[in-house]
């Protein structure tokens, strides 16, 4: 879940704000402001850039602080306020609904009940919007994860609504290279003004492909730029992104730190991208291993061959699926003469060439991945 709301967050241990701003930085949540005491909320909350969330630690002396907090709720009705508390006693919780008060999170923190506390308060205020995220990731260098994650995006984009790719190869991605594009602005450009990032800012920094009518975000320019994309940052640009678009599609590596870990977590489907050999095998595993230990649900990994060809291939297929506990996806033909003349030309093969048997291929793999939204769009 990705959403884009400002919050201030009120907590009496300097050591547990920052946690928790770190923790609803992961959801998209952005803190514009940590006190320590509830004592100069209220004049916080009647200047101009009001919260749409304020979360209150009462501990620890809960009635006492709610107390100080009881006429907040009816003054400030547009704002949702969230209590949380290691106490959890029915004449408190009475309290606090007698109050106005949406949300009791007990703690430590339910991750689950509080990401579906924080899509309520998201679709209260026009977020409600999700874009299907589509997280591409190679088991090696290679095996042609670019091609599958440009394809599909541009698949998505002609046959599916609006569509976004972002290039989070933040070194190596060659996304605007594959669509012969150069972008004025790159993600580690939409890092700087993370803070202040809306639809506005965000429809500045993407480049339309003309043809397809794909947004891209491309990697930075010069390599020590990746040192200024940060995790805040990239939750708060999938959140912007998440209500903008349809579908969002990630072109991404075999990383399980702080960004694409935060990718791996939200994004509806992870598809890794491997060919039938037993290295890119080795790796499937190893990730699929991290994947399950991270806690992602087989449903939302999806296995998917690339250069498959009938004959000649060093590993089984029923062997990989065996290995990884998974059935394979899909299976993407080998052809190098279209896959190769796309690359130097600037133009996904299923525009190029969009009767080869790849690029069909790659269209009902786009199909596969979009399953109801892209049944309700034809």
């Known amino acids: ?4 709301l400002n919050c201030i967050t009120i907590d009496s241990d300097s050591t547990n704000r920052q946690e928790l701003a770190n923790f609803l930085g992961r959801f998209g949540v952005h803190v514009v402001g940590q006190f320590a005491g509830v004592d100069q909320l209220g004049h916080t909350l009647s200047g101009q850039g009001a919260p749409q969330l304020v979360i209150i630690n009462l501990d620890p002396n809960p009635h006492d602080t709610l107390k100080k907090v009881a006429n907040l709720p009816r003054q400030f009705p547009a704002i949702t306020f969230f209590l949380m508390s290691q106490t959890v006693d029915a004449s408190l919780l009475m309290e606090a609904m007698h109050l106005g008060i949406k949300e009791f999170i007990p703690l430590p923190i339910a991750e689950e009940k509080f990401s579906s506390a924080i899509e309520r308060v998201a679709g209260s205020y026009g977020m409600g919007k999700k874009a299907k995220i589509i997280h591409v990731v190679p088991t ?16 998505f984009a002609k046959s599916a609504g609006r ?28 890092m700087d003004s993370a803070e202040k ?26 390599p020590e730029d990746t040192q200024r994309v940060n995790a805040p940052g990239f939750a708060r640009l999938m959140g912007v992104l998440g209500r903008m678009f349809d579908t969002v599609v990630l072109d991404s590596l075999m990383s399980i730190d702080p960004i694409y870990s935060h990718s791996i977590q939200q994004a509806d489907l992870n598809v890794i991208v491997m060919q039938l050999n037993v290295p890119s095998a080795k790796n499937a ?16 990994m999806k296995i998917v061959v690339n250069r498959f060809v009938k004959k000649g291939w060093d590993i089984e297929p029923e062997e990989v699926e065996r290995t990884l506990g998974l059935k394979i996806s899909w299976m993407i033909p080998n052809d190098f003469k279209n896959a190769i003349a796309a690359i130097n030309f600037g133009e ?9 048997e790849m690029s069909t291929s790659l269209m009902e ?13 034809a």
């Open 285 to 300: 595993e190893r990730f699929v291993g991290a994947l399950r230990r991270m806690g992602i649900e087989s449903s939302k």
């Open 197 to 222: 990032l809306d639809q506005q800012l965000l429809d500045n920094a993407l480049t339309l492909h003309q043809s397809s009518k794909l947004a891209i975000l491309a990697r930075p320019d010069l």
């Open 163 to 190: 569509t976004a790719l972002l290039d989070m190869d933040l070194i190596r991605g060659g996304v605007a290279s594959y669509f012969n594009i150069r972008p004025r602005y790159t993600i580690a450009d939409v």
């Open 1 to 4: 879940m990705y959403v884009s």
């Open 348 to 356: 996904p093969v299923v525009l190029r060439a969009p009767r080869s």
């Open 140 to 155: 090696m260098g290679g095996v042609g994860s670019t091609t599958v994650a440009c394809n599909v995006a541009a698949s």
């Open 365 to 377: 793999l786009t199909t596969l991945l979009g399953g109801s939204s892209m049944k309700k769009a």
